[in-house]
């Protein structure tokens, strides 16, 4: 299954699909990417970031995708697990000086996992 | 070891009236944030600190909130009075400082203020 960009908020998969969730990120200038998990009650969970100068990084499970040209990126989630049901975010950080500079965050997409 | 603690979890209050939220970031973390977040969005920054120091506090209302973190390790978020559009989940999140430029950072369960 797979969200096109913000404006489909939710996402609905069989238990064992890929998953691809898509974000449109705003600055161009931004160098930094991260993909956050939030779950039911819970605060946003780290998944996995990217900075500016990749296409592409694989974690567990998950494949971040950049596109710079048109400032996109895509979380690709394999074998979708009921786990996974969350709302995902993606937030980009602002070129600025400094450490910590800040997140600036997208809309989130719920991801509903079907067993 | 402990994450990221918040309290309380929920909080429902009339308007008008005052509210604290508290967190305890994780041991050894010298930068915090405070977050407010609504339903389907991402969190908006509130307040940061390095240590005692509020680095970055442009998108706090001052007429209403103040936040504090005394001795540089627990903090605490006040609203007075609050009102009705403060109704929300509070995020406390915190990061170690460092020279990579990446800091990732936690987040403790948030409080879930009503404003009734």
């Known amino acids: 299954g797979e969200s096109v960009g913000l404006h489909l908020p939710t996402l609905s998969v069989q238990e064992g699909d890929n998953s691809i969730i898509n974000c449109a990120y705003s600055n161009s200038a931004s160098d930094y990417f991260i993909w956050y998990k939030q779950e039911s009650g819970k605060g946003p969970q780290f998944i996995i970031d990217?900075?500016?100068n990749m296409d592409k990084r694989q974690g567990q499970r998950v494949t971040v995708l950049l596109n710079k040209t048109v400032k996109h990126l895509s979380l690709q989630i394999a074998a979708t697990q009921p786990g996974d049901s969350a709302v995902y975010f993606c937030a980009e950080r602002g070129h600025n000086a400094g450490n910590n500079r800040k997140l600036i965050w997208g809309l989130g997409t719920s991801l509903a996992v079907n067993p | 070891e402990a994450g990221v603690v918040q309290s309380p979890r929920y909080k429902i209050i009339e308007k008008k009236q005052p509210v604290a939220f508290w967190c305890n970031p994780i041991s050894g973390h010298n930068t915090l944030y405070w977050y407010r977040q609504n339903l389907g969005q991402g969190p908006e920054l509130l307040i940061r600190?390095?240590?005692?120091?509020?680095?970055?506090d442009s998108q706090l209302p001052k007429d209403r909130f103040s936040a504090e973190r005394l001795k540089g390790v627990d903090s605490t978020l006040k609203i007075q009075p609050a009102e009705l559009g403060d109704s929300a989940v509070y995020l406390c999140?915190?990061?170690?400082?460092?020279?990579?430029?990446?800091?990732?950072?936690?987040f403790g369960p948030g409080t879930r203020l009503t404003v009734l």
């Open positions: 999140a915190s990061s170690l400082a460092g020279t990579s430029g990446h800091n990732e950072q936690f």
């Open positions: 600190y390095e240590n005692e120091e509020a680095v970055d």
């Open positions: 990217i900075r500016s």
